[in-house]
């Protein structure tokens, strides 16, 4: 695990804290690696994930002098080697948190750009500081931001295409109303507003939290018939095995 993150539990509640306050959480390949290890090795008996943001930011994007698509030595690396190491590793951490068996929450304050906007779209919850501003600014180097795009799938259309189009930082209000974030706090309750959240998640049966996580990911693909035809195996599952 990176020092630059912190994974923690308090009962079932797990958090994942990104720790370089210094330069706003700006993200580094070891931490993407470091970030996917803590996801996946949840343990069973886990019920909800936080993750979260030391210091003013909650993440300002991935570290540029840390980028190995920067090359060494004037030769540019092949573009199986950028997806090797840039695109596969940042989307198999988004894959990681989407499929985490139980429900994930980011908790945003301050800067949420680029990777941390993603990050923040990638959670099935996002609560948001009313001082907290969110960007996708990968356009500013004509670099078409399709790996967060990726994550941010559950965002309005509209929405991210203004993102990403025009580069601006909105703020908060802005991210609510086209869906990146789930609800807007005063910036000085963020962290019991979250304490809330996360008493009443873990107080729920696991088999319960589980089957709703499960239901969410799956029946948007699916038919009306095939949505209510699941929706009732669900609840039966979960009923039948007390």
Not at 116 to 139: K, N, Q, V, W, Y
Request: hydrophobic residues 40%; contains cysteine.
């Amino acid at each position: 695990m990176s020092d630059y993150v912190k994974a923690s539990h308090e009962g079932a509640a797990w958090r994942i804290e990104l720790n370089r306050p210094d330069c706003g959480n700006l993200v580094t390949p070891e931490m993407i690696g470091a970030l996917t290890e803590a996801v996946k090795n949840l343990p069973a008996d886990a019920k909800v994930l936080v993750l979260t943001g030391k210091g003013d930011d909650f993440c300002k994007g991935r570290d540029p002098a840390a980028a190995p698509e920067a090359g060494s030595g004037g030769k540019l690396p092949s573009a199986l080697q950028i997806r090797e190491k840039v695109g596969n590793p940042v989307v198999g951490l988004y894959t990681a948190i989407k499929e985490s068996p139980v429900p994930t929450i980011a908790a945003v304050q301050g800067a949420a750009h680029g990777f941390g906007a993603a990050l923040t779209g990638c959670c099935d919850i996002a609560l948001a500081g009313e001082g907290s501003r969110f960007r996708l600014p990968e356009m500013t180097k004509g670099l078409p931001p399709t790996l967060a795009l990726n994550a941010v799938d559950r965002v309005s259309a509209k929405g991210v295409a203004y993102l990403v189009y025009s580069t601006a930082e909105v703020d908060a209000r802005a991210a609510h109303a086209m869906g990146l974030v789930s609800l807007l706090v005063p910036d000085g309750e963020l962290q019991s507003q979250l304490g809330k959240l996360v008493a009443t998640i873990t107080s729920q049966p696991l088999d319960a939290v589980r089957a709703v996580k499960e239901y969410l990911k799956y029946s948007p693909f699916m038919d009306p018939r095939g949505r209510a035809d699941y929706a009732a195996s669900v609840i039966a599952g979960v009923l039948s095995s007390r």
